[in-house]
């Protein structure tokens, strides 16, 4: 089975950076698509970023220009570069792996990453 690990949250005021960190246990050249979702106290699991096998990135509106996605094939890693960080980034970031079909709903999760943005 695939395993997924997340590392890199933490405590940050706003304006600070982080960089998180997801370990996949399999050559990440061979997803269809990894991704980083987030959950907020209250509220429904949302998709941060996502970036497809061909290399081709998508990212919320709301952290455009402030997250960047991106991977390293050699090390089987998944980077999520949050830069600016604001109070409502605070959640539980989560990294999700895709190996089949379509980029819909991962086959593959960690156990979440805390990011505490105080302002």
């Known amino acids: 089975e695939v395993q997924v690990v997340e590392s890199g949250g933490g405590s940050v005021e706003a304006g600070g950076s982080l960089r998180l960190s997801c370990l996949v246990s399999?050559?990440?050249?061979?997803?269809?698509?990894l991704r980083w979702f987030r959950q907020a106290p209250g509220k429904e699991r949302e998709g941060v970023a996502r970036i497809d096998r061909d290399g081709s990135t998508w990212h919320r509106n709301s952290v455009k220009g402030r997250f960047t996605i991106s991977k390293d094939n050699a090390k089987n890693i998944l980077y999520l570069q949050m830069n600016s960080l604001k109070p409502e980034d605070t959640a539980m970031y989560y990294c999700?792996?895709?190996?089949?079909?379509?980029?819909?709903?991962?086959?593959?999760w960690g156990q979440g990453t805390q990011v505490t943005v105080s302002s």
């Open positions: 399999m050559d990440t050249a061979n997803f269809v698509c």
């Open positions: 999700g792996a895709t190996e089949k079909g379509p980029c819909i709903t991962p086959a593959y």
